[in-house]
């Protein structure tokens, strides 16, 4: 069985990204903190490489492949970002990669895999199955198989995040972040644990697909259809071996919100805090801003998870 990431794995992460990854901004804003009655601080990874925390995670995993691994290439599967990340990351490496991807995916995210290098396989995501077909590729083609989320070094890489965020802010009385998988959740998890332990630290799901939550307040990995919302980002049907322990020890609850406040929080971020946020990137503030009479007086920590979304869709959204 592969050995969880421990937060020692968290720094090793931090050193092997820190030429390659963008320490992104922490921002603030005066209206939101009126609003919330609370001292929100974002870590926004819409600003990272390729545009989401997930380049953290599939950087430090490929980085870590031996020579042999690297000339025959990675297989990943994904809905976008890890896609995206995985590309990239393999475009650094000077690797080869083959990314699975479902066919109703985000244009610009397919597109930019495609631009990374990466040789794309598509398939229908509510009626076949992603881990199989990349466990296939892998298997026929010698290549190593780099998961979105169930993985030690995908899991200490997303965490960080986190790890920077409180190196520049201090303590947190508490830190939401998106929940789909679980990599970014357990490893941020796992830097709260050290460098802030009294901060609370919670997941944060789609209404729609609340598999985290009924796993985590059940205390087993509940498996679910694939579920219907507009953050494709969190469209996963069941928390990993390896996250899942690590969100039942050192998070404090999960939380889900609907597709209608991801929008609200989308807006928020482009009028207020001027940037561009897709809607799974939005769960974390949904969340904070349902849950403000309770976060009164406080510290507060939010990831925002990415920034890919066609303009198309963003504007429909907003409209």
């Known amino acids: 069985m592969t050995v969880p990431p421990t937060f020692d794995d968290v720094l090793a992460a931090a050193d092997r990204l820190r030429d390659h990854a963008h320490p992104t901004p922490v921002l603030t804003s005066r209206r939101v903190d009126a609003e919330v009655g609370a001292a929100v601080h974002f870590k926004c990874e819409n600003l990272q490489r390729m545009g989401a925390f997930k380049f953290r ?3 430090n995993a490929l980085s870590r492949l031996s020579a042999e691994q690297r000339r025959a290439g990675v297989v990943a ?7 995206q990340a995985v590309a990239l990351s393999a475009r650094i490496l000077d690797m080869q990669a083959t990314i699975v991807m479902p066919h109703d995916a985000p244009a610009s ?8 290098g990466a040789r794309i396989v598509g398939y229908d995501r509510y009626t076949e199955d992603r881990t199989r077909i990349g466990a296939a590729l892998a298997d026929e083609q010698g290549l190593t198989l780099v998961p979105p989320y169930d993985h030690a070094d995908v899991i200490a890489g997303q965490g960080t995040a986190a790890l920077e ?3 520049e802010v201090g303590e947190l009385d508490a830190l939401f972040v998106c929940l789909g998988g679980g990599g970014l959740l357990a490893g941020s998890a796992l830097a709260a644990r050290e460098r802030s332990p009294e901060c609370r630290v919670y997941g944060v799901e789609p209404e729609a697909g609340d598999d985290g939550q009924r796993s985590f307040r059940g205390g087993e990995i509940v498996h679910i259809d694939t579920p219907d919302t507009i953050a494709d980002g969190a469209q996963t049907q069941h928390l990993g071996r390896l996250t899942f322990p690590i969100i039942r020890r050192d998070v404090t609850d999960v939380h ?3 597709d209608a406040e991801l929008v609200e929080a989308m807006r928020v971020f482009a009028s207020t805090l001027k940037i561009v946020v897709e809607p799974t990137g939005c769960l974390a503030f949904a969340a904070v801003r349902r849950l ?3 976060l009164a007086g406080l510290r507060i920590g939010v990831i925002v998870s990415g920034g890919n979304i066609d303009l ?3 504007a429909a959204l907003l409209r």
């Open 292 to 294: 403000a009479p309770e």
């Open 165 to 167: 965020l409180f190196d």
């Open 312 to 314: 198309g869709r963003y």
């Open 109 to 116: 995210k397919v597109a930019a895999t495609r631009g990374y």
């Open 57 to 59: 995670g599939a950087f």
């Open 77 to 83: 599967y994904s809905s976008g970002n890890h896609a």
């Open 256 to 258: 889900t919100v609907t």
